[in-house]
């Protein structure tokens, strides 16, 4: 989970411990690895997979985390350019794909492997500004901190 990898490297860069850090830095490295591998498809990431079977569907939130997810493999790795264009790739899917352009929306909720959207409403428990919202101020804060 992407989502899992970026969060785990910034508790570890909050809490600043060395042990901890060099234990688990691998961990995050191989799940970024493995999602950029497995999931990073069609200028996206698809939803999940199970036992092999692979859904497909393409989730806003899952798009928000992946930005941040790979940013955070670029920074940790430089080396690792793959990492920071798959960001600005799923930065361009956002904005051509999942912006919902009807008025006083947000984000699609999810669109389905051909790019057409679920028929589900623009706010929902589920769906809300929380994601996307966290996406922003991560990309803004890290290139705040790079500058």
Known sequence: D?????LIDRGLE???????????????KTITEN???????????????????VDTTRVWWVQAEAVVGFLNGYQKYPEQKKYLEAAEDIWEY??????DRRKGSEWLPELDQDGRPAEKPIVEPWNCPYHNGRMCFEVIRRSWDAS
């Open 2 to 6: 992407i989502e899992a990898a970026w």
């Open 94 to 99: 956002i904005k051509s794909s999942l912006i």
């Open 35 to 53: 999602i950029y591998n497995r999931a990073y498809t069609g200028h996206s990431l698809v939803n999940e997979a199970e036992n092999g079977i």
């Open 14 to 28: 909050i809490l600043g411990d060395a042990v901890y850090t060099n234990k688990l830095s691998s961990v995050t």
